[in-house]
């Protein structure tokens, strides 16, 4: 037998490839033990040794994750905004940088009473899932065009948000001029940086939720029009981006009479994430 201490510095060693040794090992060991984490620092305290069957059930995840597969697709579920989520294959999985958006959505919706908010591209449901928690008289939408995301996003979602299976052109016609707040990670890697995608995204998520055309931009172009329609004036967007798009992306929402106040926002790294824009009211 082996202590915990032990076997999560072994695992650390083992996934010094990884972004985040330490974190995926106790991660990892938590799901192979099925202990939740609070409960596995608890044991770890007390200097509790591994059972063989855990030990050996801890080392073939550790070989799964050191071969490139996401710790979130190795255990079935991911955190966001305190939300646990399913994570399933053919399906992105939700990264704590949208975390940041999210944030910046739900300040916008302070005082305002019952708000319509509409998440576009949700994948796994995880934007809708995090609004829904963290405002509980929200009225919320999602629109999801994979199947497969759309069966798993309707597992993550509570029956307080409404799901629908459309492409986001034809999102939610029903609710046009009516919505407070329009959310979107939407696919925007180029097709030309296909090879400079990290293979642990590139071969695990979906081409479908990664890439937007030659410059990375098509469903940020589509998602403009829609979200001035779906908008009541004074209405809020937030889109996610990628990094080098910090220009380009806004640049989409400035050519557009639709829309005032708009600006680029950054994630808790420092980093360019997303651009807001609010849906011009008719005296601006």
Request: glycine share 8%; proline share 7%; hydrophobic share 45%.
């Amino acid at each position: 037998m082996t202590t915990i201490d032990a076997a999560l510095a072994a695992g650390a060693s083992r996934l010094t490839d990884a972004a985040s040794p330490e974190a995926d090992a106790r991660l990892l060991l938590s799901h192979a033990w099925q202990l939740p984490l609070g409960r596995l620092g608890v044991e770890q305290a007390l200097g509790t040794e591994l059972p063989d069957e855990i030990a050996k059930a801890y080392a073939d995840l550790l070989d799964r994750r050191a071969a490139g597969l996401p710790v979130q697709r190795i255990i079935g579920a991911t955190d966001f905004c305190g939300v646990s989520l399913e994570v399933g294959p053919d399906v992105f999985v939700p990264r704590p940088e949208t975390e940041s958006l999210v944030a910046w959505g739900v300040q916008q919706l302070s005082g305002l009473r019952a708000p319509v908010v509409v998440d576009l591209c949700t994948g796994s449901g995880a934007i809708a899932a995090a609004v829904a928690h963290l405002v509980p008289d929200a009225r919320v939408y999602a629109t999801e065009l994979s199947p497969q995301a759309h069966d798993l996003a309707r597992r993550n979602l509570s029956e307080r948000v409404e799901l629908e299976l459309a492409d986001l052109r034809d999102a939610w016609p029903s609710l046009d001029g009516h919505v407070d707040l329009v959310l979107c990670n939407p696919p925007y890697i180029p097709l030309t940086a296909w090879e400079g995608v990290p293979a642990e995204v590139r071969d695990h998520d979906p081409e479908l939720a990664l890439f937007s055309g030659d410059d990375g931009l098509e469903a940020m172009r589509a998602l403009a029009p829609v979200a001035a329609r779906l908008l009541k004036p004074g209405g809020w967007l937030g889109a996610e981006h990628a990094e080098v798009q910090h220009e380009s992306a806004p640049a989409i929402f400035v050519a557009s009479e639709a829309f005032d106040r708009v600006q680029d926002r950054f994630d808790l790294t420092g980093r360019p994430r997303f651009v807001t824009a609010r849906r011009r009211r008719a005296s601006s």
